[in-house]
C-alpha cells in the first residue's frame, strides 16, 4: 500500500492483523481510536480484548447494579463504529498478573496470530493497565519464545508489539528513545463523534480525558508535522518491530 506522506506517495507494509488489549471499555477508542479506523479501512482486520467490563466506571450509587450491562452496550456500540472485526469479552473481575492469566493472554496471541499487538505501558499508573501490560508482555515472551501453557505445535511470530499512550501514562514521563506517531488527521473527528455518542455513561467519569486526548493528539501531529496523531512505543524485547506503523 501506498500513503501520502508531505506530498509524496510512500511504501508502507499494511499488517494483516492487529490484536489490541483493553483493559476498560473505551481504553481502545482513547488511545487508539484514530489508529484503528486508519488501519481498518488500510484493510487490517482488527480484534479487540476487552480485560475487564469496567464496573467502577459509575459515579452515582445507584448505577452499580447496572453499569456492566450498559458499558457493554455502550462497547459494542462503539467497537462497531471504529470497525472493530472481533471482540474476545474477558469479563474478569479485577486484573491480576497470575499462572491462569498469563495462560488465557498466551493462547490468545497463538490462536489469532496477530501480526501487530498493542497494550497499555508497564509503568502506567492505573493497576489495570499495568496488570494489562504485564501479562500481554509476558503472554508475547511465552508465544514467540516457548511452548508453555499448550504451545505444542504453535509458532507465532507477531512482526511487532507496541504499547499505546494513555491519561494514566502520559509518555511525556516515560524514558524512552523511540516514539512511533500515526497520523489520524483524517479520522479524529470521527473518533470523537464516537466516544461523545456512544459512551454517554461515561460522560461525568472521563469529562476531562476527551479534553486530555485532543490536546494530547495535537501535540503528537505537531512531531510529525500533521493535524492529529496518536504515540506508541515499540516494545522490542520479546519481538523484534518488523512493521512500522505510521
Known amino acids: 500500500m501506498h500513503v501520502n506522506l508531505e506530498g509524496n506517495q510512500v511504501p508502507i507494509v499494511v499488517p494483516r ?12 477508542l482513547l488511545s487508539c481510536g484514530g489508529t484503528i479506523l486508519k488501519y481498518s479501512e488500510l484493510g487490517t482486520e482488527i480484534i479487540v480484548v476487552l480485560v475487564t467490563q469496567g464496573l467502577g466506571g459509575y459515579v452515582k450509587e445507584e448505577d452499580k447494579d447496572s453499569i456492566a450491562k450498559v458499558r457493554e452496550n455502550e462497547y459494542r456500540n462503539a467497537t462497531k463504529h471504529l470497525n472493530v472485526d472481533e471482540i ?10 497470575n499462572r491462569e492469566n498469563v ?3 498466551t493462547n490468545i496471541i497463538r490462536d489469532h ?5 498493542f497494550s497499555p505501558h508497564v509503568s502506567d ?8 501490560a504485564e501479562l500481554a508482555k509476558e503472554a508475547v515472551y511465552h508465544a514467540v519464545h516457548g511452548k508453555a501453557y499448550g504451545g505444542h505445535e504453535k509458532n507465532v511470530r507477531p512482526k511487532g508489539m507496541y504499547c499505546y499512550e494513555s491519561p494514566s501514562r502520559k509518555f511525556f ?3 524512552a528513545n523511540v516514539f512511533a506517531i500515526v497520523d489520524i488527521s483524517n479520522f479524529w473527528l470521527r473518533k470523537v463523534a464516537i466516544f461523545n455518542h456512544v459512551y454517554e455513561s461515561q460522560g461525568e467519569v472521563l469529562e476531562r480525558i476527551i479534553t486530555w486526548a485532543e ?11 500533521c493535524e ?5 512505543i515499540p516494545d522490542t524485547e520479546y519481538c523484534p518491530l518488523k512493521i512500522l506503523i505510521v
Open 173 to 175: 514521563y516515560v524514558d
Open 125 to 132: 499508573t492505573h493497576r489495570a493497565h499495568r496488570a494489562t
Open 103 to 105: 495462560k488465557l493472554f
Open 228 to 232: 492529529y496523531g496518536e504515540a506508541f
Open 17 to 28: 492483523r492487529m490484536l489490541f488489549f483493553a483493559p476498560h471499555p473505551d481504553d481502545e
Open 88 to 97: 474476545i469479552n474477558l469479563k474478569l473481575d479485577e486484573v491480576q498478573v
Open 215 to 225: 490536546k494530547t493528539a495535537k501535540l503528537r501531529g505537531e512531531e510529525i508535522f
Open 113 to 117: 496470530e496477530p501480526d501487530l499487538i
